[in-house]
């Protein structure tokens, strides 16, 4: 299965430093090298056979916890699925409608 890993600026920084990208790509991931807002890269995907797999490899090449919940503001600094390739996305959940407790 493909794997994407998204990076995003949580807390006022990039969480991945160049040279763990270089290491990302040395064990198997393809890097997107774009320089944006100062950060080398800010996604990559890899074959693996599960997200969990995916993930240990990640963790052991960069040395963080993909859990990390980052700061309140700025959500999650790491982001990990699986990209839609063929086909339409699913629909977006309509927000119109405000679900309330009973």
């Excluded at 995003?8 to 320089?35: F, K, M, P």
């Excluded at 052991?60 to 999650?76: A, E, I, K, L, N």
Aim: glycine share 10%; net charge negative; with cysteine.
């Amino acid at each position: 299965m493909k794997i994407t890993y998204r990076t995003n600026n949580s807390g006022g920084g990039w969480w991945l430093s160049t040279e763990d990208w270089v290491g990302l790509e040395a064990a198997g991931w393809t890097v997107q090298w774009e320089n944006w807002l100062g950060a080398s890269a800010t996604s990559a995907t890899i074959e693996m056979d599960t997200m969990e797999d995916a993930i240990a490899l990640w963790e052991r090449v960069t040395g963080q916890d993909s859990t990390d919940p980052g700061c309140s503001c700025c959500g999650q600094p790491h982001y990990f699925y699986e990209p839609y390739e063929e086909g339409p996305r699913p629909p977006r959940p309509d927000r119109s409608v405000i679900l309330t407790e009973d």
